[in-house]
């Protein structure tokens, strides 16, 4: 039974769950789910974990994410990217270092008003499917953090390539749109392409191509993920019988913290929090 995660390099035109039903028939798992949705319209890392694997997504959601995204000044749509319709068009005078001024307004910890074109829910409904109607509800700000935004390039008169590294529940659109307003001649996404997520990054990023042909031996280990914090083996027979059973477990030599747990055979069975030398499960990774 196939156990853990696939960094898929997402091709456009693909939704999030398009990817993962391509998995779950080509590995033949149910259980698969992904960390982090991307347009169709982006390319680029989508996490995809597997069978027991699964568990980990509520963890890697909330991890920083990076984007190259390509902003168009001059050109306002419904969806804040080029794929919608125009709205709006402006000429555009705006050099490299007019956009960088603006910037650091989108630095930082900030608020942004989530698209009408997105799959956020008020009152049990999908914005998207408000707006194809052709309607457009209040949306209350959220909060969020822009760590890094940078100006990689400009490619045109009115085109320039941009690197952001934020927080869960960044839309990029938005940033596009927004950073055009505040240039006073409107914006909009040209194109956006993931390059990190939930610490995973493009050279670790295969295509559905690379799954079909070689299936379970591209699945990394589901500890992978957790590296970051340190192991700790449990030695003896009934210290992990009574892991496994759900049972705190003594552990007077580790320092209060959060470790990754494995057997006495080098299995990773949980996820457990240190505090006064007892390790505590708050995940689980063994069994069916």
């Excluded at 659109?173 to 995973?200: E, K, P, Q, V, Y």
């Excluded at 320092?255 to 747990?261: F, I, L, M, N, S």
């Amino acid at each position: 039974m196939p156990n853990g995660i696939i960094i898929i390099d997402k091709p456009t035109d693909w939704t999030s769950m398009d990817v993962c039903a391509k998995i779950r028939g080509i590995l033949r798992e149910k259980r698969v789910g992904h960390s982090g949705t991307l347009d169709p319209m982006a390319t680029g890392v989508l996490p995809v974990f597997v069978g027991q694997a699964t568990r980990a997504v509520e963890f890697a959601e909330s991890g920083k994410k990076e984007y190259v995204a390509g902003l168009r000044l001059g050109l306002v749509t419904d969806t804040q990217d080029v794929t919608g319709t125009t709205l709006e068009t402006h000429e555009v005078n705006v050099s490299k270092e007019a956009l960088s001024a603006v910037l650091p307004q989108f630095t930082g910890d900030i608020q942004q008003i989530p698209p009408m074109y997105s799959a956020i829910k008020i009152n049990g409904k999908k914005l998207c499917d408000i707006a194809r109607k052709g309607r457009e509800v209040e949306r209350k700000p959220r909060r969020l953090t822009i760590y890094e935004l940078e100006i990689l390039e400009q490619t045109g008169p009115a085109d320039f390539t941009l690197r952001c590294v934020c927080s869960k529940g960044t839309y990029i659109r938005t940033l596009c749109h927004d950073i055009g307003a505040a240039l006073g001649c409107g914006g909009c996404m040209a194109s956006l392409r993931r390059t990190m997520a939930a610490g995973f990054t493009l050279s670790q990023a295969v295509s559905l191509d690379d799954v079909q042909a070689q299936g379970e031996a591209l699945l990394l280990p589901t500890d992978r993920f957790f590296e970051d914090f340190p192991a700790y083996t449990i030695a003896a027979e009934r210290q992990e019988r009574r892991c496994r059973n759900g049972n705190p477990v003594s552990a007077p030599d580790c320092a209060d913290g959060t470790y990754r747990v494995y057997g006495r055979d080098g299995e990773f069975l949980c996820l457990s929090i240190a505090k006064d030398g007892v390790l505590t499960s708050i995940k689980n990774f063994f069994g069916a």
